[in-house]
């Protein structure tokens, strides 16, 4: 706790004094009868917090604690869940030995939560024996209390000890919102299920298995595509995103570029160190790999100490550069091991190839980017080659080797499309050798596939309309009985789960968890419900998705032949519904289930294999295959929707409603997760730029108003951030870095003070000359900084800029003392265009300089404080724009304070702390 700041100590020891002062009043009112229930639902609440579930990343996790508390507190009451919480939070502190203040401040918050919430609780005055709407509503609020009460607590402790306000934090975010009050409310709703019949809520926990399963998807397939002793991803996983990706670049004609990387020597860092000593500079070096890629790029151990990197959207040129980049901090790098006293240091090789054309297979391309790899080697290691049809090229040290490319006739090639056995995809031009396109014959031909589709098409629609007519005239009765509020419900559930759909894959297909509303509502209200809940489906599905009429006669009559058919078969076995057994209405809803699955998504695969001229069991396979236990769970679902109806009329589906929306969110989740392996038809890689290009928009924004709030602390430097900047930007132009680079010296020009915001005023501000404990303080600043950046993953590059521009080129800087090319190139334009804005502005003990003063500065110190290439790239932007190329910031300041004197507030007007002696 001692690394935590004094407000975040602060309000986590006043949230354990609190809650504990509420953990003793509220024991003194526990009805000791439930002790033992009580110590039962806290070992279930010990076992979901010990065996969370892992998430999508090793840092996010999931448990169903949540709803254990909440069937505590609707059946036993907020005292008796106080002691399920602590007994639950208790376990696990023993379980994983956290920090002593984590399990306290959590347990303690909880505490406080639930006692609010159970003021809210008694103040609504629910009394759950009538089991009316009101009561239940009022219980839903009470639990929507403690969602918003926890993450409250949760996200001020956020913001105290990592300064990352609510936005920031995501604490507020939907997803981990909802996520929360779902499970509390499917708790609630078990435990009023069980007030009904202790037996029926084996139907509401059999999804919940489902679900849990479902959110161990994201870590287990990460464990299987992950290389165990480095994190990053294996050769397996690194061949199929290659094939993926290599087939959508074929299909757009987009540029792909594979990097091979090889450790040089590591058998000497195992036979003098030890052979954990190099998995510890593997592991170091896949990390750096990782770190210093983009989020769609794909690092991954291609074996021993090889690696691969996939770089879609990326020529070999461009990589070439960034792998340089990554070269040289592999090269700078130190490892620590147990068997050296000092670290010790490796350097790699790398490999560049490009796809090349249309007849080249992965193979192909991991063959070329090994013959650069190889040649890098040879010419003395710790190299990057490119591989292109006339040899190796190292634009770096501009060297080129002209010998005749490896010879490639023991890999046989793709066969070109044109004499390809496989069928051609109707929207892909048929490349030639010259990568030219067939025209006229290629666009007739098209042309006419396109219209035979579209005549299939609408004749297969045509039949399954006929077919769910013909179906219903058979199978309904005029005299019998409806029940339309039942009806109408269900309509309602229809609708909501329906617009809560989730696209997958293709414009226009999404799943949902409607089928389980719908499979109920067929089997107890007969043939009429066939027609009826599929026209409510298919208008929420137009509305939702804008689709076309033909696709709203599709899902009409596809939902209506699934009905019928479930119905058709309940008929032909001469049986009601209402007068099975339990037992055998739950099989039949599993047998509906599987019905409507098997109807539907044939049904929607033949539409699709039409309209995209691919295969109907491929279609099939790839895109539905996965969704039986889902609409096995729909099938359990339905019944508890039948059996709730049954029993307890509109309210019993209100109560069931919660776990299917449980079930919706997990749907999302593994969806989400995973169909990155079938997202080749929808141009990951173009809607990537897209948001990249608006990200990037928010992100400016966001940067230049912290930028602000970093120079607002000093009243005296307003804009001072943005001055460097636009110079540093400009210098870095001059000096012919990349454009990544260039951007990268703007965004660290606007951070570059960002660590002032940990350092005091009083020391900041002080007039005086600074002791040597507040001169070493203020140099702090730069390590403050680096270490805000490290909280977020997107500005990891800007920390080795922020950390050195204070470096001198001689040495004499700080936090570290490097010299001269040791110091980050970037760090050392950034010292430059700092001390360029600060000479030109006015400060309480001087006049701001011109930019014949500046230069002079700037020479006398280059080669000591300075990079003297710098100074001269600087002296050249002097001579081409003049006095306009810096700018007095401080002379804002100097306006506002003729403003103030007309009557408002005069800002502070302060002399800057100089350093000791």
Known sequence: ??????????????????????????????????????????????????????????????????????????????????????????????????????????????????????????????????????????????????????????????????????????????????????LLCMGASVALIWMISPYAIVFVLLPLYLIYTTLKVPALERQTETDPKTGIFNARYFEQALLSELHRSNRFDRPLTVVMGDMDLLRNINNTYGHLAGDEVLIGIARILKNSTREYDVVARFGGEEFAILLPETKANEAMVHIEVIRKAIEAAEFSVQTSVTPIKATMSFGIAEREGFDQTHKDIIHNADAALYHSKLRGRNQVFVYSEEGYVNLFHHTENTRPRPNRENIQPAPLAADSSQPVPKSNPVPHQDGSETENGGKNHNKQVKQRSQITNQLFFAGMTFASLLLFAVLYRPDSPVNWIGLIAFASLVILTEWLSIDIYLRDTAISTSG????????????IAAPFLGLTLSIVAMLKHGSKPIRFFFNLSNQMLAGLLCIGLLQVSGVTFANLAPWQQLITSLIAAVVVYMSTTW???????????????????????????????????????????????????????????????????????????????????????????????????????????????????????????????????????????????????????????????????????????????????????????????????????????????????????????????????????????????????????????????????????????????????????????????????????????????????????????
Not at 112 to 117: C, F, T
Not at 516 to 527: D, K, Q, R
Not at 674 to 697: F, Y
Request: with cysteine; charged share 15%; proline share 4%.
């Open 516 to 527: 389980a509303p719908l499979i109920a509502g067929f089997l107890i209200f007969g043939p």
């Open 1 to 182: 706790m001692k690394d935590l700041n004094r407000k975040a100590q602060f309000y986590i020891l006043g949230t354990i004094l609190v809650g504990l002062g509420v953990l003793v009043w509220e024991v003194l009112q526990f009805d000791t009868q439930q002790i033992w229930v009580s110590l039962a639902l806290g070992v279930l609440g010990s076992l979901s917090l010990i065996f969370k579930v892992e998430g999508s990343t090793s840092r996010s996790h999931y448990n169903i604690s949540f709803l254990i508390y909440a069937f505590s507190f609707v059946l036993l009451g907020p005292e008796a869940t106080i002691l399920v919480m602590t007994v639950s939070n208790l376990s696990e502190w023993i379980w994983y030995r956290y920090p002593w203040y984590i399990p306290s401040f959590n347990i303690f918050s909880h505490i406080i939560v639930l006692y609010l919430s159970g003021v809210v609780y008694r103040s609504l005055g629910p009394s759950l024996n009538t089991f009316d709407f009101m009561d239940v509503a009022s219980l839903f609020i009470t639990l929507g209390t403690f969602t918003v009460g926890n993450h409250l607590m949760v996200g001020l402790v956020i913001w105290f000890a990592r300064g990352e306000n609510f936005k920031q934090s995501g604490i507020f975010s939907f997803f981990p919102l909802m996520l929360d009050f779902i």
């Open 603 to 917: 049904l929607i695969a033949i539409g699709m294999g039409l309209e995209f001229n691919i295969p109907t069991k491929v279609i099939w396979m790839e895109k539905f295959s996965w969704l039986a236990p889902y609409y096995l769970s729909m099938g359990v679902i339905a019944y508890a929707l039948i059996f709730s109806f049954t029993d307890a009329g509109l309210l019993g589906l209100l109560v069931i409603l919660v776990p299917l929306m449980m079930l919706r969110l997990s749907q999302r989740q593994y969806i989400e997760k995973t169909k990155g392996v079938v997202d080749e038809l929808r141009g990951k890689n173009l809607a990537l730029q897209s948001s990249s290009d608006e990200i990037k928009k928010l992100n400016e924004g966001l940067l230049n108003a912290l930028a602000e709030v970093v120079d607002l602390r000093d009243p005296y430097v307003l804009g001072h951030s943005k001055q460097v900047a636009r110079v540093a930007e400009m210098l870095a132009t001059k000096l012919g870095l990349a454009p990544k680079q260039v951007e990268l010296m703007h965004k660290a020009g606007l951070l570059h003070d960002i660590g002032k915001l940990g350092i005091s005023e009083a020391i900041l501000f002080k007039p005086g000359k600074l002791t040597a404990y507040e001169y070493d303080t203020v140099k702090r600043h730069v390590i403050l900084g680096a270490e805000i950046l490290e909280t977020s993953h997107s500005l990891h590059s800007l920390i080795p800029i922020i950390r050195h521009h204070h470096e001198h080129y001689d040495g004499g800087g700080y936090p570290n003392g490097l010299i001269g090319s040791d110091i980050p190139i970037e760090a050392r334009i950034l010292a430059v265009a700092d001390a360029v804005e600060a000479m030109a502005s006015d400060r309480p003990y001087r006049r701001g300089r011109n930019i014949n003063g500046i230069i002079n500065e700037l020479k006398r110190c280059a080669n000591n404080q300075f990079d003297p290439l710098v100074v001269k790239a600087f002296v050249v932007l002097a001579q081409e724009h003049g006095e306009s190329l810096v700018t007095n910031s401080a002379r804002k300041i100097e306006f506002k304070e003729e403003v103030h004197a007309w009557g408002v507030s005069p800002e502070v007007v302060w002399v800057r702390g100089t350093p000791p002696g």
